[in-house]
């Protein structure tokens, strides 16, 4: 089972600044790597597939880079409907599909 | 819009089963494979399965083999999730999602989640 680890647990910024988010794999994954972002009472909504790719409707502030072992998601200027959870999620070593703990981006 | 829109909140008593429905709508269901995701209170996200709604295949994850069926109807273009043997550690919340890629044979090729059902409350306490 691949284990994802997420660094840091949480994050304090302020609006404007720049995110980055680690995502880090037990084992290579290749780049089938995705993120989410989760605001509470909500579902999980998908940020960023296969590494890099930005899913419909996503804006250009966000952006994914990383392959193997090692990811990042960047928040280049961040807004205020930007604090939230986020998880990445690989689907590379499967069974499982497996998730990170997560990583909290709260306001400063 | 596409849209998964699942059944409401359950309360069941350990050892009991509980079957969650989510219908789909405004896509082609056979095309897109499904996965259930449960979320237990103030955690992460835990992957439970995935089903084929083109020809009902599945896989389930280890941790809930034996325990877990994973079902589709598609002249309602429904998907449906049985877990039983419930224990207090079930308690969660529990997420449909559609694979973002079409015509998938397995969870390998999901690409992630692009749509997501608004999620079931099951809580199990006696």
């Known amino acids: 089972e691949s284990v994802l680890t997420q660094s840091p647990a949480t994050l304090s910024l302020s609006p404007g600044e720049r995110a980055t988010l680690s995502c880090r794999a037990s084992?290579?994954?290749?780049?089938?790597l995705a993120w989410y972002q989760q605001k509470p009472g909500q579902a999980p909504r998908l940020l960023i597939y296969?590494?890099?790719n930005r899913a419909a409707g996503i804006p250009a502030r966000f952006s994914g880079s990383g392959s193997g072992t090692d990811f990042t998601l960047t928040i280049s200027s961040l807004e205020p409907e930007d604090f939230a959870l986020y998880y990445c999620?690989?689907?590379?070593?499967?069974?499982?599909?497996?998730f990170g703990q997560g990583t909290r981006l709260e306001i400063k | 819009q596409v849209q998964l829109v699942q059944s409401g909140a359950e309360m069941k008593k350990p050892g009991a089963s509980v079957k969650v429905s989510c219908k789909t709508s405004?896509?082609?269901?056979?095309?897109?494979?499904l996965s259930w995701v449960r979320q237990a209170p103030g955690q992460g996200l835990e992957w439970m399965g995935w089903?084929?709604?083109?020809?009902?295949?599945?896989n389930y994850a280890q941790k809930f083999q034996g325990r877990v069926t994973m079902t589709t109807d598609t002249s309602t273009d429904t998907v449906y999730m049985e877990l039983r043997s419930l224990r207090s550690d079930d308690t969660a919340v529990y997420f449909c999602?559609?694979?973002?890629?079409?015509?998938?044979?397995?969870?390998?090729?999901?690409?992630?989640?692009?749509?997501w059902g608004q999620g079931t409350l099951v809580t199990v306490s006696s």
């Open positions: 999620q690989q689907r590379s070593n499967w069974p499982p599909i497996t």
């Open positions: 405004y896509y082609t269901f056979t095309s897109y494979g």
């Open positions: 296969a590494a890099s």
């Open positions: 999602a559609r694979d973002r890629a079409k015509f998938c044979s397995s969870p390998s090729c999901s690409e992630g989640f692009d749509y």
């Open positions: 084992q290579s994954v290749n780049t089938y």
């Open positions: 089903i084929s709604a083109y020809n009902g295949d599945t």
